[in-house]
């Protein structure tokens, strides 16, 4: 008896924790009630809405809804560019895959930079609707209004907001792209409902004979609807010049929603010249959500990219990369990436700016960083004997400031060289700190080589504000050996020297790395080379995909190499970047996605 009334606690305590699971599951969607109050509603005691919970306590699908909400997914506002998309989960108008088909969905969007908000429509019913085949249209078009009212609040643009349906959710998304100023209920306000766009994943189409998915269009129309009834729904028919651009994903094979749903939608809107993408796939059947199998596994990447190319997700940081060519006397070049491995020359490999301080005029080694003032702000070797660096500023990398000598060395007169300067910007002090390589002679002689002509380099270096007020010159860096062209990134909590060993005897001419809590040191012992037994020189770095990639010259075999680091060390990945023919020792930066097309227009790419 003791043992059955403990088995029976024990079941009560299991259910009770998993009623409390299924609940804070819920309570972490802070769903938003859509109406104050609902139109044309009839109270129904009977009709209780019924969740369906997974293993794991989360809401799989809901059936009977009563009270129609949105449940907002933000994305993070620096990846986002203001679009959202109101997700609308299928279910044959019977019930919703809210997990699956919404959830998930809005998590992905999110991913993107988009911003989500899944709708729990109210199901086709004439126990809660005077009409029931207008209550999910009202539902949508309350919840578009409902993002757009709510735009300025939700750092929402109310230009970019799109509808997304699955299967029976595509049948409501695509009557809101085609039925947004049906009269059937009265807004409060004269917010538009009409979405900006549409992405229609299997969806239902049409409610005609032999195409429709049954189930969808009995729950919705009824078992004999009339015949202008069916018309009205089959949106196939209602497309017109107006109505908003789509996406359609569908496999051939679905037995459920037949692919000529999306065909003929397609079609109807290429006839009305509305822009459109289709994407059909083999094989995937129905219901297959973000994919599950084989080639429809990839229409997410694929819609991604529509929507880039539409411009409703922020595009991605681009790169540029400042180079000489020859001795450096025609000045400035500058090449372009998007994926920092492909690299094009700009301006058909011309200069865009010419030297014209310093000894030689010259115009080596151009380093360019984006300052806090958002400037960029470049330095360069004037010549191959001068005590001083050239500096100029532009907005846009197109039109630069007058040229300036800043003399940094010329408090020594043994001083023989000022070679590849480079700026580091600190965020934290709003300094920038101005570094070289430098030859005094007399100093350092236990490294001094004269396979090396003499020259036995350290880096220097000095700070300023606004480039008019340097401070005094110091030694940054003397690691024991002859060291040149030092570039420095903030990684993490960490500044990292990339440089380059110059030593001839025993040979070295490779890359390595320091590391500082602070920008102006000190910098620890240098580290074993990150590099082959090629000769390098001029790294600069920048973060892709999560990754440090370090490019530098191969100067002895006249081309570009770069490494990756990675969990193992660090990876030569030479064979898979290409630059220009004739790049000499330059810094890589990155630019935003229009300033690379302006700065492409401009040099005549595009």
Known sequence: MKKSTNTTKLKATTFL??????FAALAQKKEIPLWDKIPDEIQSKEYVEKIDYNKDGIAEGVRKVTVPTLTPYFADPEKSNGSAVIICPGGAYGMLAINKEGFKVAEWLNSIGIHAFVLKYRLPSDLIMKNKTIGPLQDAQEALRMVRRNASKWKINPNKIGIMGFSAGGHLASTL???????????SDTTSAKPN?????????????GITHQGSKDNLLGKNPDRALVDSY?????VNATTPKAFLVHATDDKAVPVENSINY?????????????????NGGHGFGLGVK???????????KWLTANNYT?????????YFKGNGEDGLHLAYSEDGYKWNTLKNDTSFLTPEVGKDKLMRDPCVIKGGDGLYHMVWTVSWTDKGIGYASSKDLIHWS????????MHEEKTRNTWAPEITYDEKSKNYMIYWASTIDGKFPETKSEEEKGYNHRIYYTTTKDFKKFSKTKLLYDPGFNVIDASIVKQDKQYVMYLKDETRNPVQKNLKVAYSKNLTGPYSKASEPITEKYWAEGPTAVKIDNSWVVYFDKYTEKKYGAVKETAKGWEDISEQISFPIGTRHGTVIKVSATELNTLKKESGNN
Do not use: R
Not at 234 to 238: A, I, M, T, V, Y
Not at 402 to 409: G, N, S
């Open 314 to 322: 922020l595009q991605p940081d681009a790169y540029v990369f400042t």
């Open 197 to 209: 766009f549409s992405i229609l994943i299997y969806p239902v189409i049409s409610t005609q004979e």
């Open 177 to 187: 792209s085609t039925h947004y100023d049906d009269k059937i209920y009265t807004p």
């Open 17 to 22: 924790a998993s009623l409390l699971i299924s």
């Open 294 to 304: 084989g080639t429809n596994t990839f229409w997410p990447k694929t819609c991604e």
């Open 402 to 409: 007058k040229q300036e000598f800043i003399p940094v060395m």
């Open 234 to 238: 089959s949106n196939e028919k209602q």
């Open 266 to 282: 397609y079609l109807a809107l290429k006839k009305e010249k509305v822009a459109a993408e289709m994407h059909l796939y083999e």
